[in-house]
């Protein structure tokens, strides 16, 4: 069928678009929390998949490459999601929080939260990705398995490694800032 697809069958890819909808939507859904969002996610990822199916070399492989263009776009909209609700949160707050702080606290709270999201952009993507999914969307080892297509305890050793890192460029930067005051 994935050979079909790949010499421009519209049929035969609908019928991959019948046998993986499911899934795709699960994984999505996964992800975002959100129906709606999730089915926009796998329309994305199915016209994605069209677009692209030329370049998948190996046929068999077609579940776990179009589950990957899933989990990216349903990605890619909860950071959307995600940067909208921030953005709002952090105008309401400094809004009622206008009054609660002084300038200079407000400053380096502003300036640490800066800070901490770089050292969050300069992780690996594959660290972002498990740390988004376990901190930000609450998903549990099992979860987490399911949607990268691994096992759990491969999960908890590489979400041991994300945070293992992030602490050490935090240290580096308390590190910094001790040697600053100091000197």
């Given at each position: 069928?994935?050979?079909?697809?790949?010499?421009?069958?519209?049929?035969?890819?609908?019928?991959?678009?019948?046998?993986?909808?499911?899934?795709?939507?699960?994984?999505?859904?996964g992800i975002l929390s959100d129906t709606h969002l999730a089915a926009d996610a796998?329309?994305?990822?199915?016209?994605?998949?069209?677009?692209?199916?030329?370049?998948?070399?190996?046929?068999?492989?077609?579940?776990?490459?179009?589950?990957?263009?899933v989990r990216s776009r349903a990605i890619d909209l909860h950071r959307q999601r995600?940067?909208?609700?921030?953005?709002?949160?952090?105008?309401?707050?400094?809004?009622?929080?206008?009054?609660?702080?002084?300038?200079?606290?407000?400053?380096?709270?502003?300036?640490?939260?800066?800070?901490?999201?770089?050292?969050?952009?300069?992780?690996?993507?594959?660290?972002?990705?498990?740390?988004?999914?376990?901190?930000?969307?609450?998903?549990?080892?099992?979860?987490?398995?399911?949607?990268?297509?691994?096992t759990p305890k491969a999960v908890e050793s590489k979400l041991s490694r994300a945070?293992?890192?992030?602490?050490?460029?935090?240290?580096?930067?308390?590190?910094?800032?001790?040697?600053?005051?100091?000197?």
């Amino acid at each position: 069928m994935v050979r079909w697809a790949k010499s421009g069958d519209r049929e035969a890819f609908r019928q991959l678009v019948l046998q993986h909808q499911q899934i795709a939507g699960g994984v999505a859904y996964g992800i975002l929390s959100d129906t709606h969002l999730a089915a926009d996610a796998v329309q994305d990822s199915f016209v994605h998949a069209w677009q692209k199916i030329g370049q998948l070399k190996e046929d068999h492989k077609f579940k776990s490459w179009f589950l990957m263009i899933v989990r990216s776009r349903a990605i890619d909209l909860h950071r959307q999601r995600y940067a909208k609700i921030r953005e709002s949160y952090s105008i309401d707050e400094s809004i009622d929080s206008s009054n609660e702080k002084g300038p200079a606290e407000e400053l380096e709270n502003r300036e640490r939260s800066h800070l901490i999201r770089q050292m969050f952009r300069d992780l690996p993507e594959e660290y972002r990705e498990i740390l988004l999914l376990k901190h930000q969307l609450k998903h549990s080892y099992q979860e987490i398995a399911k949607i990268q297509g691994t096992t759990p305890k491969a999960v908890e050793s590489k979400l041991s490694r994300a945070r293992k890192l992030l602490a050490e460029k935090w240290q580096k930067v308390q590190d910094r800032e001790s040697g600053d005051s100091n000197g």
